[in-house]
């Protein structure tokens, strides 16, 4: 029997070298001497297939306590960072449970201690084998039943490096207590941590937690996770036998501007608003994995508004994808989708995508919220845009989109040819003239319109443009960048060039260019080129009109080259009937 206590006393010195506890020690330790720590070290070794070192092993023989010091479980190679180091553990030894065949341990204390855990792209990790060697079914139980009482792991550090999904997890200030009443049970928490993803801004955190031990696996009751920009409860159960498999329950209270800027911090737009998610995160060997629904009461890009916000997500080692995603704006409803990938490959810069559609947007409401200078507009807008460009680099972009627009319901908008009693109109107009007055649009202007484009870079390239209103038709195409170094050939066709005057004056103004109405009046078309800049535009073309008027003066039929620049026109090889 004493063979079996002695090499199960062995075991105890196995056990205080690598499990988290400890209890105050004494004055008066006994050093076991270098041959009895290395006896130790070996079976520490053989235990965990991993070698193992102590720097000092001693023992308090009227309390029944063992010491070891400076205890080092090497990595994967002796280069690789050793995965436990502890400068201190005490274990505290009920002698008398030997008789009964049990090594009861009634306190483990580990202080100053750091664990480093490592997973890499094929899927090996640096985690130890810590269930001992395998057995085989003719063995039979284990002869001694080991039991521990109350674990305590404090001053620590738990550092988690995953290579493949290139993020990483930093617990300084960690204190871990364990207890056994019918399962193992207890509590850890930290505080001052980082989580950091490649890429991305690090992100502080801070992490409380109770947990039960069943069945090796650690089940933990309740998580509350403070971490930058966000404030989560978790529940979740870790496999210690299949580690890294982990999985977590997730809910999540995210302040949607600070994860633009950690998750985005080369980009300059901004985000606004308060988000909810909820989903499962779940760490299995060769990558993680995260899914849920998000939603929002209201966010914003930009000065771009979203109410009743939803949708889905889900994050994968080789992507980050935004699915059916949502939202009310202005009275009417988008849809987008917005995806990462290829993540995690060497070499290969991601590429994001956004994919926007939305249905019935009230032009009114959107042009009023946006306070467009000289004029607001009225209808209902749909359309799709899609923009692609390389992570980091949204000057890159390309993009395509299209746009309609239907007129309200009391508005009959101008077709491409004038109307038969258009001249008539002007002449009844002519007939009663009033006080001029340079004012834009008072009103908002209801439109019918549709458009075609492509983006590359800050270049944009208008197709089939055309919109509408009761008295002004216009189609256009060309291209310009950013509203500079325009080229737009267009077509106008009038029933009311004051109007339509009106209609250019506040199309200018809200484009930047300040300009007001000028008094003419009459009925024809307009054949021409928009050049530079929208803010102060040089105009080229061809007008042909009728029942003509401007500054008081009757011209009636005119034809002839128009040039209008710095708010200036000039008519030149005009012929008036």
């Known amino acids: 029997m004493w063979r079996a206590v002695y090499r199960h ?14 209890a105050l020690a004494t004055t008066l330790t006994i050093d076991l001497g270098p041959a009895l720590r290395a006896r130790a070290e070996r079976a520490g070794s053989g235990w965990l297939d991993r070698p193992m070192h102590i720097g000092r092993l001693g023992v308090q023989i009227g309390l029944g306590r063992f010491v070891v010091e400076d205890l080092r479980i090497e990595g994967l190679t002796p280069e690789s960072r050793p ?3 502890a400068k201190r553990i005490d274990v505290s030894l009920t ?10 341990l009634d306190s483990i204390e580990m202080t100053d201690w750091r664990m480093v855990v490592e997973t890499f792209p094929t899927g ?3 985690w130890p084998r810590l269930n001992g060697p395998p057995r085989s079914p003719s063995t039979g139980p284990r002869p001694v039943v080991t039991t521990v009482k109350y674990v305590r792991a404090h001053r620590g550090e738990f550092v988690f490096d995953d290579y493949g999904g290139k993020w990483g997890v930093v617990a300084p200030n960690l204190d871990v207590t364990v207890a056994k009443t019918t399962d193992y049970g207890g509590q850890a928490r930290f505080h001052g941590g980082t989580v950091r993803f490649e890429g991305f801004l690090p992100m502080w955190a801070n992490v409380s937690t ?3 031990i069943r069945g090796g696996k650690v089940l933990l009751d309740k998580i509350d996770l403070a971490t ?4 989560s409860v978790l529940t979740g159960s870790i496999d210690l036998a299949r580690w890294p498999e982990m999985m977590y329950n997730v809910e ?7 994860m633009r800027e950690i998750f985005f911090p080369r980009d300059t737009f901004s985000l606004h608003g308060q988000g909810r998610f909820t989903g499962t995160f779940r760490l ?3 990558g993680r994995e995260l899914k849920g629904d998000f939603s929002s009461r209201e966010a914003g890009l930009n000065a771009y508004r979203f109410q009743d916000v939803q949708g889905a997500v889900e994050w994968m080692p080789d992507r980050f994808e935004v699915l059916d995603a949502s939202s009310s704006f202005h009275g009417g409803r988008t849809r987008f989708q917005y995806k990462m990938a290829p993540l995690g490959r060497p070499g290969t810069r991601a590429v994001a995508r956004l994919d926007v559609q939305y249905e019935e947007i009230d032009l009114e409401r959107l042009t009023s919220f946006l306070d467009l200078p000289g004029l607001r507009l009225a209808g209902r807008a749909s359309g799709r845009n899609l923009l692609e460009w390389p992570l980091g680099r949204f000057a890159e972009r390309t993009g395509e989109g299209t746009v309609g627009v239907s007129a309200p319901a009391d508005v009959v908008p101008l077709g491409p040819e004038l109307p038969p009693d258009a001249a008539a109109s002007a002449r009844r107009r002519a007939a009663m003239p009033g006080p001029f007055s340079n004012h834009l649009p008072l009103a908002p202007v209801g439109l019918s319109a549709s458009l075609s484009y492509a983006v590359q870079g800050t270049a944009v390239r208008l197709a089939s443009g055309i919109f509408a209103t009761r008295e002004t038709y216009v189609t256009f195409e060309g291209e310009t960048d950013a509203g500079e170094r325009s080229r737009l050939p267009f077509h106008v066709t009038s029933a009311n060039w004051q109007e339509s005057d009106r209609l250019l004056a506040g199309l200018m103004t809200a484009f930047g260019g300040t300009t007001r109405a000028i008094p003419i009046d009459g009925v024809g078309e307009f054949d021409g080129v928009m050049l530079g800049a929208f803010r102060r535009p040089r105009i080229e073309g061809r007008m042909v009109g009728d029942e003509m008027r401007g500054f008081d003066v009757t011209w009636g039929e005119v034809e002839g080259q128009v040039v209008v620049e710095n708010s200036y026109a000039t008519v030149s090889q005009a012929v008036i009937r």
């Open 252 to 258: 999540s209270t995210v302040e949607i501007p600070r």
């Open 228 to 231: 930058d920009g966000a404030s």
């Open 95 to 104: 002698w008398g449970a030997l008789i009964d065949r049990e090594v009861l």
């Open 9 to 22: 006393l062995r075991a105890v010195l196995l056990v205080a070298a690598v499990v988290v506890a400890a």
């Open 124 to 126: 090996r990790h640096n």
């Open 210 to 212: 109770a947990f039960t």
């Open 284 to 286: 299995f060997k060769g």
């Open 83 to 85: 995965w436990l180091t």
